[in-house]
């Protein structure tokens, strides 16, 4: 009897262990990842809006091409960006100007939109960029989360730290704080809205807060997302033909 006894505290006893330990924070984030890049490889049309209080002052649509984690091409679709698009190929990024002869080599933290920066619509795998440490469980507006820190690990990330709330039912991403590598937190995201699209939830909507002018915030909107397979020229540095 006092074996099994034994046996049956030793049982109990790892399983309180195993419940109290959090879970693996990579694996979080690869997860989270999922529910803004739902396949290998994609297209999306986005738009951006500027909003200084009420008013809108800036508005952009853009269409995204991604393949793997690390190649992305933006074509700027408005008017008044006619001929502009942007390159990123692993830590480089390049914008190319219809005026201009030769590429002009930009970084992921520069502004594009308002408090969007190149980064968050041309680089968005924060697996591949940061290295996760599990910080406490905590409650946003009802829902359970867990808190990541994440910190830079390659020199094309978009920002030096990220505070990144995700839900603890899947992972899904909930909100956002973004710091420079002076510790300064610069602006938060919430990531408001999802679809569900070809079986698979992605995000519809987010909306980045500017920290330094409080008055300022940008919305990402998703208005269309697709998975589809894309040429590799697209994805060439020349101005060749893309497609």
Known sequence: MKPLILSVVALFVTAVAAAARPPDPALLLQRSDRSRNG????????????????????????????????????????????????????????????????????????????????????????????????????????????????????????YRRIHYWVRAQDAQPVRADYFLASGKHIKSAVFDEYQTLFGVRTLRRMTIQDQIRKASRTTIEYLSLAPRALPDKLFHQGRAERF
């Open 39 to 158: 396949w290998d490889s994609f297209v999306a049309r986005i738009r951006i809006v500027e909003y200084e209080g009420e008013r809108v002052d800036e508005e952009h649509v853009l269409e995204v091409s991604q393949k793997g984690v690390d190649r992305s091409y933006v074509a700027f679709l408005s008017p008044r960006d006619k001929g502009r698009h942007m390159l990123m190929l692993g830590d480089d990024m390049w914008i190319y100007l219809p005026d201009t002869t030769r590429p002009i080599r930009i970084t992921p933290a520069e502004r594009l939109v308002g408090s969007a920066s190149n980064g968050d619509v041309a680089r968005t795998n924060y697996a591949e960029d940061y290295s996760a440490t599990y910080l406490r469980t905590e409650a946003v507006d009802g829902t359970e989360c867990h808190v990541l820190d994440l910190e830079a690990k390659r020199k094309g990330a978009t």
